[in-house]
Every structure is written in C-alpha cells, then in structure tokens.
C-alpha cells in the first residue's frame, strides 16, 4: 500500500517529467532532420505533440516519398494523405528509444537534403549513393 500511494502521489509528475523530456530529445533531432525542407514547411511542433508534419517540395507525390523513404533510407513515415493532406508526410517519433530516433534521424536528414535539391523517387539524384549506409 506504501509503494502505491508514494506511486499515486509522486509517480506521475516524475513519470511526466521523464517522458517530456524524452520527447523533447527526439523532437529536436526530428526537427533537425527536416531542417533541409525549411522552417516553413515544418508544422505540429506544439508542446505535447508526437508528431511533425512536413510538407514536401513542388507538392511532390507523399505516397512515392513515402515508399523512396522506407526502401532506399530506411525510415516510415506517414503519407500526408493519409489525413487528407496530400503533399505532406507525418513523422512520429513516439515510440522510438533515443538513440534509434537519433540513428533515423540521420537517414532521414540525408534524404531531405535530396528532395530540397530537387532529387527522390523518380530522379537520378534519387538513386544517388544507392541505400543510405
């Protein structure tokens, strides 16, 4: 009984913290990951939120990106259409531990610098370096 009300009493509050902080982390890596695409084209970044919206350059088909992303980079994201936003891609970062959010990230980032230089599915620059090592 102890160990349950000391849970119920401070246990979330610490729980809280810990998973904000958490998030924050990854929040941040997710953020720098999409930088290549522009601060404008980065939403849903308010506090609570596990999620990022991202919308891509020249309103590029986000199902094919989606498909490049997982194939050649390694990392799943969300199809904008999915929730009726086509153009975009949802990236979530709720259930990954730190350290595999941090090593996506980078993927993701890499591949971002390809589609803000105008390479990705469809595109020679798309299949430059093959499969990000």
């Keep these: 009984k102890v160990a349950l009300s000391a849970l119920q009493e401070a246990g979330s509050p610490w ?3 810990k ?3 958490l998030a924050a982390r990854q ?3 997710v953020l720098e990951a999409l930088a290549p695409l522009g601060a404008e084209a980065i939403s849903g970044a ?5 999620y990022l919206m991202a919308t891509l350059p020249d309103a590029r088909d986000d199902e094919a990106i989606v498909e490049w992303l997982c194939e050649r980079h390694g990392v799943a994201v969300i ?3 999915a929730h009726g936003l086509p ?3 949802r990236v979530c970062y709720a259930n990954l531990d ?3 959010c941090e090593d996506a990230c980078e993927r993701l980032r890499f591949a971002c610098e390809i589609l803000a230089a105008g390479g990705g599915p469809g595109t020679v ?5 093959g499969i990000y090592k």
Excluded: L, S
């Excluded at 308010?46 to 596990?50: F, L, P, R, S, V």
């Excluded at 620059?125 to 370096?129: Q, T």
């Design 98 to 100: 730190a350290d595999a």
């Design 87 to 89: 153009g975009t891609v």
């Design 15 to 17: 729980v809280r913290e």
């Design 79 to 81: 199809p904008g259409t």
């Design 46 to 50: 308010a506090d609570g939120a596990i």
């Design 19 to 21: 998973v904000e902080a």
């Design 125 to 129: 620059a798309g299949n430059w370096g």
């Design 27 to 29: 929040k941040r890596a």
